[in-house]
C-alpha cells in the first residue's frame, strides 16, 4: 500500500521557519516527480513547488511566484523523502500542505498519482 506521509507542520509566527518533510512507503518511486501542494480554508488547493531529477547530482525545481526566494524543495531519494524548507513565513502561508508524487511534469493537481493526508502550517501575525 502506498503512503506518503507529511511531518512538520505546526504553528509559527511570521517571519519564521518550519521544514516539511513527506516520507513515501509501499513501491518503487523512479521516475516520479515530487511536489508540494497546499489549500488555505475556502480556497483551491494550489501547487506551491517541485522537483525533477536530471541525473546524477542534479535536479530542476519549480517554485509559485510567491514562495521563490522563501521555500526550497529537496528530496533524499535513498530515503525516499521529499521536504519543503520554509522561510520568512507570512500569514497568507497558512494552510494544509500536502506532499504529492506524479509521473507527469509539470506537476499539476489532476494528474497527481499519490497524495499525502496533508499537515497544517498556521503563520499568526
Known amino acids: 500500500q502506498v503512503q506518503l506521509v507529511e511531518s512538520g507542520g505546526g504553528l509559527v509566527q511570521a517571519g519564521g521557519s518550519l521544514r516539511l518533510s513527506c516520507a513515501a512507503s509501499g513501491r518503487t518511486f523512479a521516475g516520479y516527480y515530487w511536489a508540494w501542494f497546499r489549500q488555505a480554508l475556502g480556497k483551491d488547493r494550489e501547487f506551491v513547488a517541485a522537483v525533477k531529477w536530471i541525473g546524477g547530482s542534479t535536479y530542476y525545481q519549480d517554485y509559485r511566484d510567491s514562495a521563490k526566494g522563501r521555500f526550497t524543495i529537496s528530496r533524499d531519494n535513498a530515503k525516499n523523502t521529499v521536504y519543503l524548507q520554509m522561510n520568512s513565513l507570512k500569514p497568507e502561508d497558512t494552510a494544509i500542505y500536502y506532499c504529492?508524487?506524479?509521473?507527469?511534469?509539470?506537476?499539476?493537481?489532476?494528474?497527481?498519482?499519490?497524495w499525502g493526508r496533508g499537515t497544517q502550517v498556521t503563520v499568526s501575525s
Open positions: 504529492a508524487a506524479s509521473t507527469g511534469w509539470p506537476v499539476v493537481a489532476g494528474r497527481v498519482d499519490y
